[in-house]
């Protein structure tokens, strides 16, 4: 049976425009390549038809479809049956074949494209990369404060995105990590509750799927999380940030993805970011944290056994909000910089070996900066710094000019409210995209690097 519909999406850039195609729906028919110059262009999993469907509008390329109703696997296709291919019988198995014309891919005119945008839930904090159904594609975790839950979207190849799926986590739910905490190969998400004081673990069943969850308890306001094997036993611990009873959580792995209670260290005020990495160069994962409150990061040393030095602590701006770390002088150590809320400013601290750290070296952005990446962003070789201002609507991106100086920068807007950024290659052109989270909108944008 051949049924005719329209399938319509309103995608958002500076304007909202509507992108729609024609589709002929065969049933219990599989198309199949007959040609060598017939070209997959990718294979996603997905709950349903509608999904799969919604993949081929936002792949510009895609002119065939098919979609098994039992594995579930979704297959985008570059040819239609009458050019390179043909429709074999196959139960359980639909094809839809597109009618009407794709449009043209956007020009660039700058770094990125126009921005495209998807829905997350309400008040969305955070975003974390990584690929949870194995499809060596980058997928998006979202955390919404205002929802108490997670926003799951799937890469649907080309650096597009399926609609969100949502899972329900603790109370204000504030950010995210991923990681294969129980080593079946496949990733997990570990989720931060803040009013709650709770983490909790969301094991990955199959491509993507999140039905069963385990719950720890953390200290006072716990506001951001971090992963790595900080004992060296080749399971995933994770470490939490205790915002109101300024301490870091440290849960060993015990194996299977049971996590030990928490054993906490002393951080200065109001600990709020946390990167987990080796930072003296003795192959054991150590913990950085701002600390909101007193202008500080503090440095936990690795003893080498997973447990971990009294602080060192380093001057800040005021009130750090984010800190993210990279060689940005290729001296083969890890500097950092943060993003100063209170001062209006980044500060780069570079590493001068042993534990220590320069004084920062500050550069201005827009207002209250919350959020800060970093990447190599103009392929060159040298780590960029990316900030996202929340009171500006807008990103920074700061050029590495070498031996860790920035003295160009760029300026982008979004939407209202930005609260994170990231980056990521979502598209496999070897290029870094962005992808910035709108809390006053809440949506996360997505665009893709030229």
């Given at each position: 049976m051949v049924l005719l519909f329209v399938l319509m999406l309103i995608t958002q850039s500076t304007a909202a425009t509507i992108n729609s195609v024609y589709f002929s729906v065969i049933n219990n028919e599989q198309y199949?390549?007959?040609?060598?110059?017939?070209?997959?262009?990718?294979?996603v999993s997905v709950s349903d038809l509608r999904h799969c469907e919604v993949a081929c509008l936002v792949d510009i390329t895609c002119r065939t479809l098919t979609f098994d109703e039992s594995s579930h696997a979704c297959q985008l296709f570059?040819?239609?049956?009458?050019?390179?291919?043909?429709?074999?019988?196959?139960?359980?198995?639909?094809?839809?074949?597109?009618?009407?014309?794709?449009?043209?891919?956007?020009?660039?005119?700058?770094?990125?494209?126009?921005?495209?945008?998807?829905?997350?839930?309400?008040?969305?904090?955070?975003?974390?990369?990584?690929?949870?159904?194995?499809?060596?594609?980058?997928?998006?975790?979202?955390?919404?404060?205002?929802?108490?839950?997670?926003s799951v979207l799937i890469n649907a190849g080309n650096g597009s995105f399926l609609p969100n799926v949502n899972y329900t986590a603790g109370s204000s739910t504030a950010a995210a990590a991923i990681a294969d905490l129980n080593k079946d190969n496949k990733s997990d998400i570990i989720v931060v509750n803040m009013q709650a004081a709770t983490i909790s673990v969301l094991f990955n069943a199959a491509n993507g799927f999140f039905p069963n969850q385990t719950v720890y308890s953390t200290g006072s306001t716990p506001s951001s999380i971090a992963v790595a094997d900080v004992d060296k036993n080749n399971l995933y611990?994770?470490?939490?940030?205790?915002?109101?009873?300024?301490?870091?959580?440290?849960?060993?792995?015990?194996?299977?993805?049971?996590?030990h209670d928490q054993v906490l260290y002393s951080t200065g005020s109001g600990p709020i970011s946390i990167v987990v990495v080796d930072i003296n160069g003795d192959s054991y994962s150590d913990i950085l944290v701002a600390n909101y409150n007193s202008d500080t990061i503090s440095l936990l040393l690795n003893a080498g056994n997973g447990t971990f030095l009294n602080q060192t602590t380093f001057a800040t701006g005021s009130t750090p909000q984010a800190i993210a770390v990279a060689d940005f002088?290729?001296?083969?150590?890890?500097?950092?910089?943060?993003?100063?809320?209170?001062?209006?400013?980044?500060?780069?601290?570079?590493?001068?070996?042993?534990?220590?750290?320069?004084?920062?070296?500050?550069?201005?952005?827009?207002?209250?900066?919350?959020?800060?990446?970093?990447?190599?962003?103009n392929n060159d070789n040298l780590m960029d710094i990316i900030v996202t201002n929340s009171a500006s609507n807008n990103v920074v991106i700061y050029i590495n000019a070498g031996n860790a100086v920035f003295p160009n920068k760029t300026t982008y807007s979004t939407r209202t409210s930005p609260a994170w950024v990231s980056v990521a290659d979502l598209n496999n052109d070897e290029k870094l995209d962005l992808i910035v989270l709108n809390s006053g909108f809440n949506d996360v944008a997505v665009q893709l690097h030229c």
């Open positions: 199949q390549c007959n040609d060598p110059t017939c070209s997959l262009s990718t294979t570059l040819d239609s049956p009458n050019e390179r291919g043909t429709l074999l019988a196959q139960t359980d198995v639909i094809t839809l074949l597109v009618l009407s014309n794709r449009p043209a891919p956007i020009v660039c005119t700058s770094m990125f494209n126009n921005q495209s945008v998807y829905a997350t839930g309400a008040s969305p904090l955070s975003v974390t990369v990584g690929d949870l159904n194995g499809d060596m594609k980058s997928d998006l975790v979202i955390t919404n404060f205002g929802t108490s839950s997670i611990d994770v470490v939490v940030s205790n915002f109101d009873d300024n301490t870091v959580g440290v849960f060993m792995n015990m194996g299977n993805g049971i996590l002088n290729l001296d083969d150590q890890l500097d950092i910089v943060v993003a100063n809320y209170g001062s209006d400013n980044i500060g780069v601290l570079i590493n001068t070996g042993g534990g220590s750290f320069s004084a920062q070296t500050t550069y201005p952005c827009g207002n209250d900066p919350v959020a800060v990446a970093v990447g190599d962003m």
